[in-house]
Structures are given as structure tokens and as C-alpha cells.
């Protein structure tokens, strides 16, 4: 009887396998999926390791590497650089996953792409482990894994403490784990947005996403202050449109949208704290202001991004149109 094909599973629930397999160019996802196994590994006995790269692969490597050894009972072999494995190694990885030694754990990464695609449907055929490690890409994602880690930490973060954390670092995962690792390491008890601003409101200070909140809000002042700064400390206009075009269309995502924020954040694809903000924030906005500042956005989009003759200057006039939009009734 065929195995069951298997489904990609959460980093999370990454356990040792004969074979297991991290699929998803996500570094941080993938490093926490290898530290799990590893580290459950070795709570189990003191596997011999060796680690070989796919793509410099020589014939033969990988069965001596997950061979039966007369000095230890498991062999524990981690393949990096599955993306651009050798023939070689696709070949020998083909016979090997087909009929595993059960007594060695196989850890495979492949970062995406379209090479040893066959070894990725026989690893799925056999039923082997396939861990998730696509990157996150939406703001709910992100705020979920933030909320996991301090969950399984036992540590209560508030709601404004995370989303000033994600504003703060969320656009880059890596820079996300790192300061919620810090935050638990550094502190106790709750961390509140004190907390949070305390450590990294230098961050979120002068970011697009200040200069989005100030100019939505109406204070148009504020917004050019903020954006002026961020412009002079290095930061490119590209993002900061970005920030202020992501605002608008939160806006215009939340009118007419009734129900709990949590209800419809599944439907919005927006975290639940950002569909009560949003909420919050169109308040302040019509329909016909909303659609002058998205189509502005659009505009300004493209020409931060070559078709104008000068990016500061059309970052500018959007964040001053947008805030005064926002006080029209």
C-alpha cells in the first residue's frame, strides 16, 4: 500500500523523522524547524552530525553520511542548498528517501524554485514530514507568530505593546524575532507599550507608518515633521508611500465591513487590532475624500518609483493631500 501524501506542517510541530524536509526560503522559520529537531534530537541520545551542502554535492555522500555507524546508535545529517542541488545528490536523495535508515534523522531544506522538484513529490508521496517555512507576508501573519512566541513564553505583551512592536520591526521577520526574543529576555512581567517604545520607539519614530498615522489622522504638521526627518536620516520615499497608500487602503477595507473586528478580520485579511484602528480612523474620512487619496497614492507610487523627476517632492504632496483630505467632512 502507498503512503499517505503528507500536507506542510507548521514550523511549530517540527519533530524529528527519518526524513523531514523544511520547505520555504523564510530564514528564520527555517533555522527555529531545524533547532526544534535538533534540539528534540538530542534530548532523545547524542546523534553523530554531519552536515552536507546539496549543491556541492559529490556521489555517495549522503549514504555514507546516514549509513549504520559502529561508534553511534543515530546519525542525524542536515542538506542545505537543496534549491540548487547537484544530479548527483538528486539521484542518490531519490534512492535514499524511498527506503530511509530508520535509525538516522534526515533533515532536507529547499528554499523554493523549481529544482528537484521530483524529490520534493517523492519526499510528499512517501509521507514524510514537510515543514512550512514560506515567508510571512501579511501583517496578521506576523502578528500571530509575534503572539505565539510570547504565548509560549507565558508572557502577556497588550495589544497596543504588539502592534507598536510590529510597526517597529514587522517588515522585516528576522528584526521581529529578535526584538521579541530581547523583550522576553530583558524584561518581566507584562510588556506593555511602554515596554515596547522604551526599547524600540526610536525605530517606529520617523518610520512610513508614523508619517501614515499622522497624515490619516489630519495632522498634517506632524506628518511632513516626521517625514522630513525620516527623509534626511536616509530613509527612501518608496516605503513611506507604501506605508500611507497601505493606510488609505485599510480605510476603504473597513466602510461598510459590519460585524467584530475579529469577524471580519478573516474576511479583510487584516489582523483584528488593525481592523478596530482602521475603524477608528475612517471615522474621520468620507468616501469621496478616500477615493481623491488613494487615486494621489497611486500616483505618487509611480513616480517615487522612476516616472517622476523628483521622489521627495511627490512623498511630500501626498503625505500634506492626504492630511488635508482627512479633515474634510
Not at 513564553?153 to 520591526?169: G, K, T, V
Not at 511632513?224 to 508611500?241: C, E, K, N, Q, W
Not at 482602521?278 to 474621520?284: D, K, L, P, V
Amino acid at each position: 500500500m502507498a503512503a499517505k501524501k503528507t500536507s506542510l506542517t507548521s514550523w511549530r510541530k517540527a519533530a524529528p523523522a527519518p526524513v523531514v524536509l523544511i520547505q520555504g526560503s523564510e530564514a528564520v522559520l527555517v533555522r527555529r524547524a531545524q533547532d526544534r529537531i535538533i534540539a528534540a534530537a538530542r534530548r532523545r541520545a547524542d546523534p553523530e552530525t554531519t552536515f552536507l551542502d546539496a549543491a556541492a554535492y559529490a556521489a555517495g555522500e549522503l549514504d555514507m553520511a546516514c549509513a549504520p555507524s559502529l561508534f553511534s546508535a543515530q546519525k542525524l545529517v542536515v542538506v542545505d542548498s537543496l534549491a540548487g542541488m547537484s544530479d548527483d545528490f538528486l539521484a542518490d536523495a531519490l534512492a535514499y528517501v524511498a527506503d530511509p535508515n530508520p535509525d538516522a534523522m534526515l533533515i532536507l531544506k529547499h528554499g523554493g524554485g523549481n529544482r528537484g522538484q521530483r524529490l520534493l513529490k517523492a519526499i510528499e508521496a512517501g509521507g514524510h514530514p514537510r515543514i512550512d517555512a514560506k515567508p510571512l507576508t501579511s501583517d496578521a501573519d506576523k502578528q500571530a507568530y509575534a503572539q505565539q512566541e510570547f504565548d509560549e513564553a507565558q508572557r502577556r505583551i497588550e495589544p497596543e505593546a504588539l502592534a507598536a512592536l510590529l510597526a517597529a520591526l514587522g517588515q522585516d521577520l528576522s528584526e521581529l524575532a529578535a526584538g521579541v526574543e530581547q523583550l522576553l529576555a530583558d524584561t518581566q512581567g507584562p510588556i506593555t507599550t511602554a515596554v515596547v517604545d522604551r526599547y524600540y520607539g526610536g525605530r517606529v519614530e520617523a518610520t512610513g507608518f508614523k508619517v501614515a498615522d499622522a497624515a490619516v489622522a489630519g495632522r498634517g504638521a506632524e506628518a511632513l515633521g516626521l517625514l522630513r526627518h525620516a527623509l534626511a536620516t536616509g530613509t527612501d520615499p518608496v516605503p513611506i508611500v507604501a506605508a500611507v497608500a497601505l493606510k488609505l487602503r485599510q480605510l476603504a477595507k473597513v466602510q461598510g465591513v459590519s460585524g467584530s473586528a475579529g469577524q471580519a478580520a478573516a474576511e479583510l485579511k487584516m489582523a483584528p487590532w488593525q481592523v478596530d484602528r482602521a475603524r477608528r480612523e475612517a471615522r474621520q474620512w468620507n468616501e469621496v475624500a478616500l477615493g481623491e487619496a488613494l487615486m494621489h497614492a497611486a500616483a505618487a507610487d509611480e513616480a517615487v518609483k522612476g516616472g517622476g523627476r523628483d521622489p521627495v517632492y511627490a512623498v511630500e504632496r501626498l503625505v500634506a493631500g492626504v492630511a488635508r483630505r482627512a479633515r474634510v467632512r
